[in-house]
Structures are given as structure tokens and as C-alpha cells.
């Protein structure tokens, strides 16, 4: 909508529009909206007529896409009912930051978490490098309990993409999962399929996390990979 689109406009920040840019690769339209502003915004039209700015798809700006993943998560509404609305943003992420914010502020009951699961299944499984990255942040935010990480790790072992973003994602959930769930991944990472550099990488993280202990970090140190596949 061109109303929101001209109050953006009026909330640019140039230098931190240079700062976002360098750090989302490969994307040249962004605004420079720092997030609290955006937020705001995001609340405020998540108890207005939201349903109109969600269906818009004339979007010029990155800060355009990350307000419609904002408002999502925003809604006051059930699972089952956000899911509309959630099938249709997956496809418009294109980049880490909009889809980990939106990932971040995706929440959802302790009751519909079965069905969130169900949801996300099709997602670990696509060949679209963002649609994965979405699936695998979602579960590192939200899934990070005993009575899923068997069936996390068993969906981080299928994971086959050569996409920077999906292995990063992958690595950096399994640095999530031993950082909260030790005992529980420990014996993944000593058994698991994932590729050579997901799998160091994911060792890396681990040892640059303050909650890990120096006895522990040293144990992981020794346990990397020494060929890349």
C-alpha cells in the first residue's frame, strides 16, 4: 500500500541503510528502517485492516517484505488460521534477515505444535535454498526439546543443498540444539550424516558459544573433520 510504503520513506536511516546492505548479500533495495520502527509499524497494522497489506505484492522495498512477515506474526489469531497467510510469504524470502526475523516472531501454542511440525515437513524437503532455511530456523527457535531432537536430526541428515544460507542454517541449529540440549546431541554429532563442512561449521559455532564450557569446547575442537566434501 502506498500510504505505509510513504511512511517508510519517512523513517530512513542512510547510514543505517549502508550498514543493513552490507550485510544482506545480493539484495540492493533496502530502505533503511531500523526494526523497533518497523515493529511498530507491524503491531499497529496487525490490529487494523491487515488483511489488504498482506495480499500486496507490488513490494519495492526489503523493509516492505520484512513488515508483511512481521504483521504474521503479530496476528492475534490460531495457528490454523496464520497458516494462509504463512504459505503465502514463504516463497517472497529471498534473504537471511527476513526470513530469521520472520522465523523469530512466527509464534504459535504449546497445543499446535504437532501441527506446526506437520507444516514444516514439506519445507526440510524442498529444493528451494530459502524455503529450507525457513523449516530449519523455525525448528531451531522453536524445536529445541528432547521429544523432537530424534526427528530433528533425523530431517538435518536429509538435507542436501549446496546453498551457503541452508548449511549455515543447518550448522548453526546444531550449535543451537548442543548449546540447550548437550546430552541429547552429543551423540549426533558423534554419529550423523551431515556434509563435511555443515558439520565443522556447526563444530565451530559450538566453541565460539559462551554457555559451553572450556573442558567441553577443547572435546569438540578434536572431533573435526579433517576432509571436505
Not at 500510504?3 to 542512510?14: A, F, G, H, M, Y
Not at 538435518?156 to 544460507?165: A, E, L, Q
Not at 554429532?189 to 558439520?199: C, E, I, S
Not at 566453541?207 to 573442558?215: G, I, K, M, N, W
Request: glycine share 2%; aromatic share 14%.
Amino acid at each position: 500500500m502506498k500510504i505505509i510504503r510513504k511512511e517508510l520513506e519517512t523513517l530512513v536511516d542512510e547510514k543505517y541503510r549502508e550498514f543493513s546492505s552490507k550485510l544482506i548479500p545480493n539484495i540492493n533495495n533496502v530502505l533503511g528502517v531500523r526494526l523497533p520502527a518497523l515493529r511498530k509499524i507491524a503491531k499497529r497494522l496487525a490490529l487494523e485492516d491487515y488483511e489488504q497489506y498482506l495480499v500486496e505484492t507490488d513490494l519495492i522495498y526489503f523493509e516492505e517484505i520484512m513488515l508483511q512477515g512481521m504483521i504474521i506474526g503479530y496476528l492475534n489469531t490460531s495457528w490454523k488460521d496464520k497458516t494462509k497467510y504463512v504459505t503465502q510469504f514463504v516463497p517472497k524470502i529471498d534473504n537471511w534477515s527476513v526470513c530469521d526475523s520472520f522465523c523469530t516472531g512466527l509464534k504459535f501454542d504449546e497445543k499446535d505444535k504437532k501441527d506446526v511440525w506437520l507444516f514444516l515437513q514439506p519445507y526440510l524437503k524442498s529444493k528451494e535454498a530459502y524455503e529450507i532455511r525457513f523449516a530449519v530456523v523455525m525448528l531451531l527457535f522453536h524445536f529445541v526439546d528432547k521429544q523432537y531432537t530424534t526427528k530433528v536430526f533425523s530431517a538435518f541428515n536429509k538435507i542436501r543443498h549446496d546453498n551457503y544460507y541452508v548449511k549455515m542454517s543447518v550448522a548453526w541449529a546444531v550449535s543451537i540444539y548442543f548449546r540447550d540440549l548437550p546430552e541429547s546431541t552429543m551423540p549426533y554429532l558423534r554419529n550423523n550424516k551431515l556434509d563435511n563442512w555443515t558439520y565443522n561449521k556447526a563444530l565451530q559455532k559450538i566453541t565460539e558459544s559462551l554457555a559451553v564450557d572450556y573442558e567441553t569446547k577443547n572435546t569438540i575442537r578434536s572431533m573435526k573433520r579433517k576432509q571436505y566434501k
